[in-house]
């Protein structure tokens, strides 16, 4: 299946954090929180303006974003848990 995001929207992968800490102790499944970094997958062709014109979005598919804990929705395509978000819920590129 394709999807293709409308306007602002994004779709992300969410990127899984480490399962250790730095002094070795391994996290349980139960404690961990969802991971706020993802890579997004696709990306719709923007908002419209007033005037009617198309503003491009400042991320491409490809790039690492970090977005808030509670931002998106969840969503199963293909067999695959995605974020579907506006582009505002993003709160940067990592580079």
């Known amino acids: 299946m394709t999807f293709r995001p409308l306007h602002d929207r994004v779709v992300v992968r969410r990127i899984e954090g480490e399962e250790k800490?730095?002094?070795g102790i391994i996290?349980?499944?139960t404690a961990k929180e969802k991971p706020q970094e993802?890579?997004?997958v696709a990306v719709g062709?923007?908002?419209r303006d007033e005037a009617?014109?198309?503003n491009a979005l400042d991320v491409k598919a490809g790039d690492r974003v970090l977005f808030g804990k509670w931002s998106g929705t969840e969503v199963k395509i293909d067999g695959q848990?995605?974020?579907i978000m506006k582009e505002s819920d993003l709160l940067g590129v990592v580079a």
């Open 81 to 83: 848990d995605l974020l």
């Open 21 to 23: 800490t730095k002094g």
């Open 27 to 29: 996290i349980p499944d």
């Open 38 to 40: 993802g890579e997004v």
């Open 45 to 47: 062709p923007g908002a």
């Open 52 to 54: 009617g014109r198309v």
